[in-house]
């Protein structure tokens, strides 16, 4: 899925975010299983370090509107904008 990779400029932050996606399932035990979609955000903490949020779709069109209009607008715990800024998340797809 290394076509839904993309950088997101964000409005409040104003950093860059590397997100990218990838397709899963849950198990719902009794239920059985569902295919999902998650939705990984990476940036940067004070210290430099990695930081992840990520949220789960049940559809590959949610998630990409998610992506598309949520991420650069969404509360990001711990994110240093200027380490984000500084310390540049490779965009290493394969």
């Not at 997101?8 to 198990?27: E, R, S, V």
Request: some cysteine.
């Amino acid at each position: 899925m290394c076509m839904y990779t993309h950088w997101i400029h964000h409005k409040n932050y104003h950093c860059p975010l590397y997100t990218w996606l990838a397709m899963g399932q849950i198990d719902h035990r009794a239920k059985g299983t569902s295919t999902c979609y998650f939705l990984y955000i990476e940036y940067r903490r004070h210290g430099g370090e990695s930081h992840y949020q990520w949220k789960i779709f049940d559809t590959l069109d949610d998630a990409l509107a998610f992506q598309a209009q949520g991420v650069a607008t969404m509360v990001l715990p711990m994110i240093s904008p200027a380490q984000t800024r500084k310390i540049k998340i490779p965009a290493t797809v394969s």
